[in-house]
């Protein structure tokens, strides 16, 4: 018996990666009415909707001011940039439960054109953050954290950036058929290593790329999906969690997603060879090591050798992912990549993906999304989806 | 070798003021629980492991241990600094820089030792420097 009956029905990614000339809630329209229209839906019929800290101003207030639309349920859930993914499941369970029938979910960001990168944001902490006097003075750039975690993996398990940049290498092989990814070259392991050195051991192609741009969900009552152009997708499992520094005691070697991962498999009752592609955040290369490792697709400290040789190319290896390019090649909007995560596996699940990237009869998908930072706090969410029976 | 990085002012928090006023005095402190013996950084109002108030300041030798550390390159004319986890009590780890050092050379296990530079306002921020350098 399926735990949740709505299904996820619309998805639309913005094709732009720089947008000087449009405004914020702009883009954040644009994405809307791409997501209602690829569900063949109106702006209108949307009762739910849920948005993280890219929204301007008071979130949905000035979002849903702009829209001129009055949904009956909203949802501000912020854990950076896996909201998306955690909005997904629970945008499904206010549908479950009668508070919504049709929930839009929308991120946007023009960091590239405003020269925001992440680190720039998190430098620059709010005097009452409780954390912000024990870090800030150190510099904790957004790859300087990620950099903290790759070299104790690596102290604790002997990977090395070799392995690492086989992940950039599978990601950019297949970001070169997607004419809309900001890199679309095909990358080597030398490529990788021989790029300046951002972080040690974190390189310039260890790291995504910051662009402008967007992307948007539509989630709906079982009974409204039925009669909609595409077919609706079931959410079969989905899990979330947090992890931080402990209070002093904290563990770089391992993410959240070893918490919400579990929940997800546990829920859905599928086994991780059942599933055929996998949409994983890659913020940094050391992100989809560690996530691979935690959402138990190998042992931990086994995360080297399983992404080295291109396991994670399509068509190639044993876990096809990010088959848009992900965020190491193809989009980043808002330094957050949690709603491209759950777009590229809503294409492979509908057999719209490119053709060279297609997975081949692809049924079962799996989501994770990270935000905040594996150095220091970060909240993981993780999907399973299926097509329908 | 790593260079003087310029330190941004700490705002002080009400609860964390003797963590800095110790510093002030070159001495690392770690708050500590009267009722379940744990130290924890960075400093709250309460034991963040068993909820008690009742807490001390202890002071410690400025020994740690390096848990991990990244050698961050700022900018092309800025540079390069290390940024660092030290793990300055049982099961106490403190994100800091190394100083005084040379970058390449360091190592995840190395021994370091607490030491001070003031920032721009005067207060002193704590750091760590190898301890064979000392």
């Keep these: ?124 902490l709010p005097a009452d953050r409780p954390e912000r006097d024990f870090e800030v003075p150190y510099g904790p750039t957004v790859p300087a954290n990620y950099a903290l975690c790759a070299a104790r993996h690596m102290h604790e398990f002997g990977t090395t950036s070799e392995q690492l940049a086989w992940i950039k290498v599978a990601a950019s092989h297949h970001a070169q058929y997607n004419p809309h990814a900001m890199l679309q070259k095909a990358v080597t392991v030398e490529d990788v290593l021989s790029s300046p050195m951002v972080a040690s051991p974190l390189h310039r192609l260890d790291c995504c790329v910051i662009t402008d741009g967007g992307g948007a969900l539509i989630v709906a009552r079982k009974e409204i999906a039925r009669d909609l152009a595409k077919p609706g997708l079931r959410i079969l499992g989905t899990g979330e969690a947090i992890k931080h520094q402990s209070a002093g005691d904290i563990d770089l070697t391992f993410s959240a997603g070893k918490w919400s991962g579990k929940q997800a498999f546990d829920m859905s009752g599928v086994t991780h060879d059942q599933i055929q592609y996998a949409s994983i955040y890659d913020s940094f290369t050391i992100t989809v090591l560690m996530e691979i490792e935690d959402l138990g697709f190998c042992k931990p400290g086994h995360g080297g050798g399983f992404v080295a040789e291109g396991n994670l190319i399509s068509g190639r290896g044993k876990l096809p992912f990010n088959t848009d390019g992900g965020g190491l090649c193809s989009n980043h909007p808002a330094n957050r990549g949690g709603m491209t995560k759950v777009i590229e596996a809503v294409r492979q699940l509908r057999g719209e993906a490119h053709p060279a990237v297609q997975v081949p009869d692809c049924k079962i998908a799996l989501v994770h999304g990270t935000g905040g930072s594996l150095g220091t706090r970060h909240g993981a969410a993780t999907l399973i989806l299926a097509c329908e029976d | 070798m790593s260079t003087t990085r310029e330190y941004i002012h700490p705002e002080i928090s009400p609860e964390a003021r003797p963590f800095w006023d110790a510093a002030n005095e070159g001495k690392l402190v770690i708050h500590t629980c009267r009722d379940c013996g744990r130290g924890h950084h960075y400093p709250r109002a309460m034991c963040p492991h068993c909820y008690s108030a009742d807490l001390e300041w202890k002071e410690t030798d400025g020994h740690g241990e390096i848990y991990s550390f990244s050698v961050v390159t700022a900018g092309k004319d800025l540079p390069r600094y290390v940024i660092a986890y030290v793990e300055i009590a049982d099961r106490v780890k403190a994100m800091t820089n190394i100083v005084d050092c040379d970058p390449d050379s360091l190592r995840i296990g190395q021994r370091v030792k607490a030491v001070f530079r003031r920032s721009k306002t005067g207060q002193n921020i704590l750091l760590f420097s190898p301890l064979e350098s000392l």
Excluded: W
């Excluded at chain 1, 009415?33 to 569900?39: F, I």
């Excluded at chain 1, 109106?42 to 909707?49: A, I, K, P, Q, R």
């Design chain 1, 1 to 124: 018996m399926e735990k949740l009956q709505a299904r996820l029905v619309g998805a639309y990614e913005h094709p732009t990666r720089f947008a000087p000339d449009k405004s914020l809630v702009q883009l954040h329209t644009e994405v809307a009415l791409g997501a209602v229209a690829d569900a063949g839906l109106s702006l209108s019929d949307v009762d739910g909707y849920f948005c993280a800290g890219d929204a301007p101003g008071l979130g949905p207030l000035s979002v849903l001011d702009y829209f001129n639309i009055t949904p009956r349920y909203v949802d501000t859930t912020e854990t950076g940039g896996s909201s998306y993914v955690a909005h997904v499941a629970h945008a499904a369970r206010a549908i479950d439960a009668g508070l919504c029938d049709i929930a839009l979910i929308t991120l946007a960001g023009k960091p590239r054109s405003e020269n925001k990168s992440a680190s720039s944001v998190a430098l620059a």
